[in-house]
Nanobody, 110 residues
Framework: VQLVESGGGWVQPGGSLTLSCAASGLTFTSYVMKWYRQAPGKERELVASISTGGTANSVPRFFISRDNARNSAYLLMNSLKSEDTAKYYC?????????WGQGTQVTVSS
């Protein structure tokens, strides 16, 4: 299983950003997809998840989606704040194993 994130970068407070996660090596439609983030000095935290059927859950201002035809998941982040600065990771898991991408850095500052 390989997960590759993209779309991170620098954005001003109040801006928006969309992260992408391209998955390979798995039957994508069978996997719940999740986005986590980890800020310096803090624990990694879950920010969004989407079920195989498309039921989405996320923290306020963030929206997760998936495109099964493209084996991809997305995270739309709106009204970004400095406290959203973190490395964002795409993740999925079987009952035994958890898979992670390499992460993409999001920096929110003026």
């Amino acid at each position: 299983v390989q997960l590759v994130e993209s779309g991170g970068g620098w954005v001003q407070p109040g801006g928006s950003l969309t992260l992408s996660c391209a998955a390979s090596g798995l039957t994508f439609t069978s996997y719940v997809m999740k986005w986590y983030r980890q800020a310096p000095g803090k624990e990694r935290e879950l920010v969004a998840s989407i079920s195989t059927g498309g039921t989405a859950n996320s923290v306020p201002r963030f929206f997760i989606s998936r495109d099964n035809a493209r084996n991809s998941a997305y995270l739309l982040m709106n009204s970004l704040k400095s406290e959203d600065t973190a490395k964002y990771y795409c993740s999925t898991e079987t009952g035994i194993l958890k898979y992670w991408g390499q992460g993409t850095q999001v920096t929110v500052s003026s």
